[in-house]
Nanobody, 120 residues
Framework: VQLQASGGGLAQAGGSLRLSCAAS????????MGWHRQPPGKQRELVAS???????NYADSVKGRFTISRDNARNTVYLQMNSLTPEDTAVYYC???????????????WGQGTLVTVSS
């Protein structure tokens, strides 16, 4: 399974960005998809996750500002980020924990990361 993230870039504080992450390959099933981020000099942290049935989970720091969604038919997950602050500056990674692919046991997959920079 390959995860390709896109949509990062530069935004001003108070602005919005939308990230996308498309999964491809010999996919059997992907139950959960999510976004993590790693701010400069800090550890990677969960931002949001969503199950195939649409159950969502958010970090407290993004609740009410970020919205995760997915298109199961396209194996794509989105992250709509509103009211951005400089503290949201980070490399954002999409992941698919426990995804199943033909010829491989269930495992976690990660995208390559996309940089989001929020200026004050």
């Amino acid at each position: 399974v390959q995860l390709q993230a896109s949509g990062g870039g530069l935004a001003q504080a108070g602005g919005s960005l939308r990230l996308s992450c498309a999964a491809s390959g010999r996919i059997i099933s992907i139950n959960e998809m999510g976004w993590h981020r790693q701010p400069p000099g800090k550890q990677r942290e969960l931002v949001a996750s969503i199950t195939r049935l649409g159950s969502t989970n958010y970090a407290d720091s993004v609740k009410g500002r970020f919205t995760i969604s997915r298109d199961n038919a396209r194996n794509t997950v989105y992250l709509q980020m509103n009211s951005l602050t400089p503290e949201d500056t980070a490399v954002y990674y999409c992941n698919a924990p426990g995804a199943r692919a033909w010829g491989s046991s269930s495992r976690d997959y990660w995208g390559q990361g996309t940089l989001v920079t929020v200026s004050s």
